[in-house]
C-alpha cells in the first residue's frame, strides 16, 4: 500500500430524507491527480466532507498510506496531512493574506509575540509560487474572488499536504491563472502529493488528471479509473447517463433594437472612468477581462451599490436615477446574479422559497394589501425553481444545507421569477454541472429571445463565445474595445486576448 495516498472503501452517509453516499469507493496514488466528477447533489461534497472529517461515515471506512483512521474533524485530518480548498471560501476577511496563509502556523511559545515580518515573508512564498502579485499584508476583504481563490491554495499548499483535495480550484480564474495553477500541480504531483481534483470543466479534467472517479445519485459509476482512452463523451455519459447535447444557435443583430442599458461617460468611485457601453432589447453582451479589469465592480456599480460620480446611465432609453440596490431592482427592474452568492446572493440561513422570492415580495405585498403569504411567492418561484431541477427535499429547507451548484441555481431562479428587464450575469456556471450549464446556458438565450437584456460577465472563454452576441473587452477599469462574435473560439479567443495584452502593454 506504499503507492496509494488514500482510500475510500465502502462509505455511505444518511442524513434526515436523503441518502448522499451509498457504498462508494476511491483509491488515490500518491503522486497522480484524479478527477471525482458528478452532477450536482451526487454526493462530490459530502465524500470530500468525510475525506476532511467534517463528516463523519455511517457506514465504510477511510484509510491515510494504507492504514484505517477515524478523523474526528478537519484539524485532525490536516494532521494527516490532508489539505483541501473548498468551492466556498474560507477565509477571514479582516486578517491579512499574510495571516489567512499562515494561519495553522501562528501559535509560537506561551507568550512570545507573533513575528509578523516572517508570517508574511513565509506567506509571500507562496504566493509567488502562484504567480499571485497581492502584498501579503493587504486585508483579504479587499480581494477580488478570484484572488480569495488564489489565496485559498496558497494556504492549502503552505500546509505541505501529501493529500491535496481542490473543490473547483479554477471556477473563478482566468486562463492565465489556471495555466500556472496546473504547472504548480504537475510539481506537486511530480513530487509525490495526491491530489483530488473536482472540477466540472472537462476540459480541464482532460488536460490534467491521470485518473477519474464519477458519482451518479450517491453511487459510484465508475471507481479510480484510468483516463486513458476516455473521451468527453464517454465522462458525460458516465455523469448524466447519456451523450451532451450541444445547441446550434444562430447568429443574431439586434443593431435595430431599442437599447435596453445603456452608459455614457460613466465613472464610479470605484476607479471607473469614460465608460461607454450598450445592451440593446433582446442582446446578449459580454464583458470580458482578466482578473483586476474591473468588471464585476461596474456591475455593482450599475447596481446602485457605487452609484457612478459621473456620466449618464439610462434604462429603456430613459435617464435612471439609481442611487441603491433597491433602486435597481424596483423602480428599474434590473437583476444581478452575484458572482459570489455565498456572501451576496443569497441568504444561507433562510428558506430555499424566501431566497426564491425575495425580489418579488414588495411587488407580491402590494397587490395583497401589505399582506405576503408562502402560497402566493411559492406559485410564482415554483416554475423557475422547476425548470432549473434544484434538488432540495423541500422548499423550507435550508440553502445553507444545499450543494454548491443547487445554491447557484436558486441564485439564477429569484430573477426568472422577477421578470427583470436587464439581467447582469456574473460567473452564471460557478459550481454547477454540465448538464445544469447546458440548460442555463439555453435559459439564458431564451431570455434574451423573449427580449430580456443580458449583461453577461464570465471568466469562461468558451462560454462567452457560445452565449454572447457582441464581446466588450475591459482592462485597468476601462473599456478597450469589442467585437461581433463570429463564434469561431480560435479566432476569437485570439482577438480578445490580443485586445488585451495590447491594452496591458499600454499601460
Known amino acids: 500500500m506504499a503507492d496509494i495516498a488514500l482510500e475510500a472503501r465502502g462509505v455511505s452517509k444518511f442524513f434526515p430524507g436523503v441518502k448522499a453516499l451509498q457504498g462508494v469507493s476511491l483509491t488515490l496514488a500518491k503522486g497522480s491527480i484524479q478527477a471525482l466528477l458528478g452532477e450536482n447533489g451526487a454526493g462530490k461534497s ?10 463523519h461515515p455511517d457506514e ?47 501559535a509560537g511559545r506561551l507568550f512570545k509575540p507573533i513575528d509578523y515580518a516572517r508570517v508574511h ?79 466540472h470543466k472537462l476540459e480541464e479534467v482532460q488536460e490534467i488528471c491521470d485518473a477519474v472517479t464519477v458519482l451518479r445519485d450517491g453511487r459510484n459509476a465508475c471507481e479510480s479509473r484510468a483516463m486513458a482512452g476516455l473521451g468527453r463523451q464517454d465522462l458525460v ?46 442582446e446578449i453582451v459580454g464583458l470580458y477581462g482578466l482578473v483586476g479589469a474591473g468588471r464585476t465592480e461596474l456591475a455593482k456599480s450599475i447596481m446602485g451599490l457605487f452609484p457612478p460620480t459621473a456620466g449618464t446611465v439610462a434604462v429603456e432609453g430613459k435617464p435612471a436615477a439609481i442611487r441603491t440596490v433597491s433602486d435597481a431592482i424596483h423602480r428599474y427592474r434590473l437583476g444581478y446574479v452575484s458572482e459570489d452568492r455565498k456572501n451576496e446572493g443569497l441568504v444561507l440561513i433562510h428558506s430555499v422559497l424566501e431566497n426564491a422570492g ?19 411567492i411559492q406559485a410564482e418561484t415554483e ?43 456574473d460567473e452564471p456556471s460557478v459550481g454547477i454541472d454540465i448538464k445544469t450549464k447546458a440548460y442555463l446556458h439555453e435559459l439564458i438565450r431564451g431570455l434574451a429571445d423573449s427580449g430580456t437584456a443580458i449583461l453577461l460577465i464570465t471568466s469562461d472563454m468558451p462560454e462567452m463565445i ?41 499601460a
Not at 425575495?358 to 402566493?376: E, M, S, V, Y
Not at 432540495?392 to 445554491?407: D, F, I, K, Y
Open 358 to 376: 425575495i425580489p418579488i415580495w414588495r411587488r407580491l405585498a402590494k397587490q395583497a394589501g401589505g399582506f405576503l403569504a408562502d402560497r402566493r
Open 121 to 199: 515573508a513565509r506567506a509571500k512564498h507562496w504566493l509567488d509560487m502562484l504567480g499571485l502579485d497581492v502584498d501579503p499584508r493587504m486585508p483579504v476583504s479587499r480581494l477580488s474572488v478570484a484572488k480569495m481563490q488564489l489565496v485559498e491554495i496558497a494556504k492549502a499548499l503552505s500546509l505541505r499536504s501529501k493529500v491535496l483535495l481542490l473543490d473547483e480550484p479554477t471556477a473563478s480564474l482566468t486562463p492565465h491563472e489556471t495555466v500556472a495553477l496546473f504547472d504548480l500541480l504537475k510539481k506537486l504531483r511530480a513530487d509525490g502529493v495526491g491530489i483530488l481534483f473536482v472540477s
Open 60 to 106: 465504510g471506512e477511510l484509510r491515510v498510506e494504507g492504514e484505517p483512521v477515524a478523523l474526528f474533524n478537519p484539524r485532525h485530518a490536516m494532521a494527516m496531512g490532508i489539505g483541501v480548498v473548498h468551492q466556498e471560501r474560507n477565509l477571514i476577511p479582516r486578517f491579512s493574506v499574510g495571516e489567512n496563509i499562515m494561519l495553522e502556523h501562528l
Open 46 to 55: 459530502t465524500l470530500i466532507k468525510i475525506i476532511t472529517g467534517v463528516h
Open 237 to 282: 455519459r458516465l455523469m448524466i447517463g447519456r451523450t451532451e447535447q450541444i445547441p446550434e444557435w444562430s447568429q443574431r443583430n439586434h443593431a435595430g433594437s431599442p437599447p435596453a442599458l445603456e452608459l455614457k461617460g460613466v465613472a464610479t468611485p470605484l476607479g471607473h472612468k469614460n465608460i461607454d457601453l450598450m445592451v440593446r432589447r433582446g
Open 383 to 425: 416554475p423557475s425553481l422547476r425548470k432549473l431541477e434544484v434538488r432540495t427535499p423541500s422548499l423550507s429547507q435550508l440553502v445553507g444545507n444545499l450543494s454548491g451548484g443547487n445554491q447557484q441555481k436558486i441564485s439564477v431562479a429569484k430573477w426568472l421569477a422577477a421578470g427583470v428587464k436587464v439581467l447582469i450575469v
Open 466 to 506: 457560445t452565449l454572447a452576441d457582441r464581446i466588450v473587452v475591459m482592462n485597468n477599469f476601462a473599456i478597450q474595445g469589442g467585437f461581433d462574435n463570429s463564434r469561431d473560439y480560435p479566432a476569437m479567443s485570439e482577438a480578445i486576448m490580443g485586445l488585451i495584452h495590447r491594452a496591458t502593454e499600454a
